[in-house]
């Protein structure tokens, strides 16, 4: 055994050599410590153990002095402060002739680490939780403005139910009123037609002398009269032409032509509208051969418009009219040299009776139906009609309408699909009564 206040000898801390050893009295006062305690508790021989306690914990470090004083002690777990930091620390305690012998051991890595770790944990788990807060009454705010526009939703939705009605309502009116329009505009037009016929049928009798010579003033006036009701005539027939393009019950009749033939057939329709003494060339360019599939007659109802409009508002130069399939659509363009349209007139005529003031008075007059009734009629075949024009220098009015008839194509299509699923089948007749359309495949 070693003296009294001598440093114990290394092999009896030898099994805890990983640990480190201090010797101090009862109070605690160390009188010897080793290398490793030095470094560990940052503690010098004649400091005193009790001053490292953390708060709080010095009643247990005392209690450990008086107990190692009397007997061994094992486990028993201190918070010291050491170089600053609060560090837990298992010291065995026995009596020791200088006074206490005590080895301590701190807290294991492990351990510490483990609870660093969970420290981390929980800074995370809290950081975590406030987030989960936050986002909970973010998401509480979005689920309430979520309720109010669903119930702002639900109200317009009811809104526009109603004016849907109403809607409803209005249109199956406007198709009474048009019904009836379009029935009154045939039955008016057939009480006009027939004296107009007949007015006309007079007049040619009595211009071909068949009742005996007329006096040359007598011809100018019976001329006047015959070229008045052909006015009328033509007025009606567009008046309810358009009246039944609007109702939708013109009848579109698809069959395929090629383009040179309805060329050749407008030629020969268009020239008589050039008066004989006109200074205005009437010009057709030959077009590249093209097959169409479409209402001819509407095509050339349409071209007839627009070459009589242009002849009517030319006194000097030419009406040039050109054809073409551009980008697969079919484009007549009929460019005049004529008085042309001012910019703010441009919509203006296109609307039913929509003639422009400012026209000077040309030799026919017209009627102001028909471009409405051409554009009507362009629709019908799936195009438009767009006008460029310049006052002064001429227009231009270009009609576009797809080479086939959107409908004649849907049902080529149709028809196209139920071959490939029965191979060789026959043709197929598709008569649409409804809309007066026949398709025959
Ligand atoms: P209208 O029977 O009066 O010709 P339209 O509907 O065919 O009726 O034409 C409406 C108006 O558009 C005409 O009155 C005329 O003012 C103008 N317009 C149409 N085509 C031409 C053109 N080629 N040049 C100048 N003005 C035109």
């Known amino acids: 055994m070693p003296a009294a206040g001598a440093a114990p000898a290394a092999h009896e801390f030898e099994s805890l050599s990983r640990e480190f050893a201090l010797v101090c009295d009862a109070d605690g006062v160390v009188a010897w410590c080793d290398e490793r305690c030095r470094r560990a508790l940052a503690i010098e021989p004649g400091a005193a153990l009790t001053a490292l306690a953390a708060p709080g914990t010095r009643p247990k470090l005392v209690a450990l002095f008086e107990q190692g004083a009397a007997h061994e002690v094992r486990d028993w777990e201190v918070s010291l402060i050491v170089h600053g930091v609060p560090a837990t620390i298992g010291f065995s305690a026995r009596p020791h002739e200088a006074g206490i012998v005590l080895v301590g051991r701190l807290a294991p890595e492990a351990y510490l680490r483990a609870i660093d770790q969970l420290s981390d944990s929980m800074q995370e788990v809290l950081t975590l939780n406030r987030e989960v807060v936050a986002q909970k009454r973010e998401l509480q705010k979005r689920h309430d403005e979520a309720l109010r526009l669903h119930r702002e939703l639900s109200e317009a939705h009811q809104g526009v139910l109603g004016m849907h009605r109403e809607l409803e309502d209005r249109a199956a009116q406007l198709a009474e009123a048009a ?130 409009n242009a002849l009517k508002f030319t006194l000097h130069g030419e009406v040039r009219v050109t054809f073409g399939v551009v980008d697969g659509v079919l484009e007549v363009r009929v460019a005049d040299t004529g008085i042309g349209i001012a910019p703010e007139h441009l919509d203006r005529i296109f609307e039913e009776f929509g003639q422009v003031e400012s026209a000077p008075p040309t030799r026919v007059k017209g009627t102001g139906l028909g471009l409405s009734l051409s554009r009507r009629l362009a629709e019908l075949l799936g195009g438009e009609i767009e006008v460029e024009s310049q006052p002064g220098r001429g227009s231009t009015f270009t009609l576009r309408v797809p080479p086939q008839h959107p409908e004649a194509r849907e049902m080529r299509e149709l028809v196209e699909r139920s071959r490939h699923r029965a191979p060789g089948a026959a043709s197929i007749l598709v008569v649409e009564d409804d809309r007066k359309q026949m398709f025959v495949y």
Do not use: C, W, Y
């Open 179 to 308: 019904e009836l329009k379009s029935r009154i505009v045939a039955n008016v037009s057939h009480e006009f037609r027939t004296p107009l016929h007949a007015i006309q049928g007079l007049t040619r009798l009595l211009l071909d002398g068949l009742d005996g010579p007329l006096t040359p003033e007598q011809a100018k006036q019976i001329g006047f009269i015959r070229a008045s009701a052909e006015e009328l005539i033509q007025f009606v027939d567009d008046f309810l032409d358009l009246s039944r393009a609007e109702a939708g019950k013109a009848a579109v009749r698809v069959e395929k032509f090629e383009l040179a033939d309805l060329v050749a057939a407008l030629r020969g329709m268009l020239r008589p509208l050039l008066p004989r003494d006109s200074e205005v060339a009437l010009v057709f360019e030959e077009p590249a051969a093209a097959s169409l599939e479409t209402d001819r007659t509407k095509v050339a109802q349409i071209v007839r418009n627009l070459v009589s």
